[in-house]
């Protein structure tokens, strides 16, 4: 019989079932992977660095997903839930109807394990999108830093900048070779970090906010290794005087934690 989440008072509408479109490798560690299907109509992505979260069924199972319930969300017991992970709406094209997820294959799991192997007709789920970044269209300047985890994000907000920003962008990844393209209307100047050491996670951009130059009009945005974005954030509200709303900063992912929430904003 149908089991029943604790929590009085939630009304999430449930997941919605898509299936993969197509898969294409953008880099070595990169792939990116189209989702379509009816139940993506109104779909829609407001903000850039949005989040959604994908519902991935366990190997060999079958997708099974909640119905919506008098208290909340309702899971069928005889089922193994799918697996949850969260992910950057890369884009959406409303005239197709296809949502493009990246996934960054920095480190083995549930996702990026489905995303090597995914193939047309495989059956997931999304939901949301969520997020309380909203863009300042009127910030004269960016210092954006991510690793990995958050190049599809940064795809998205260096895209909705307007053409009289200026972005200066440091993204570390594990060799220099996994560089990819980062266009956008505003003009941007992109460092590609190599990482020192195979678990020196953030230190290239804990480096770069040290030598950021802070000024009026300037925005800051980060998202990393929840570590490290909580050593960035700290530097840059302290040591170069970043006002907190200027600031944002997200804990992607934790070391040695298989499923980070994520609504880790880095200010505890």
Known sequence: MPGRPPGPGRRRPPPRPVEVVSVARLAPWLLSVSLGGDALAGFAVDAPTSHIKVFIPPPGEELALPTPGPEGLVWQTDAPRPVVRTYTPRRFDPATGTLEVQFALHGPGPAASWAEAAKAGDQVAVAGPGGRFRLDPGAERWWIAG???????????????????????????????????????????????????????????????????????????????????????????????????????????RLGTMNHPDHDYGDD
């Open 147 to 253: 690793d990995e985890s958050a190049v599809p994000a940064v795809a998205t907000l260096l895209e909705a900048l307007p053409p009289t920003a200026r972005a200066e962008v440091h993204l570390e990844v594990a060799d220099a070779a996994d560089a990819i393209p980062l266009p956008g209307p505003a003009r941007t100047s992109v460092t590609w970090h190599q990482r020192r050491d195979a678990a020196a996670y953030g230190a290239e951009l804990v480096e770069a906010a040290a030598g950021f130059s802070f000024t009026a009009g300037t925005n800051a945005w980060a998202a990393c290794e929840a570590g490290a974005v909580r050593r960035i954030r700290q530097h840059l509200l302290t040591e170069k005087r970043v006002p907190a709303a200027a600031l944002t900063t997200r804990g992607y992912w």
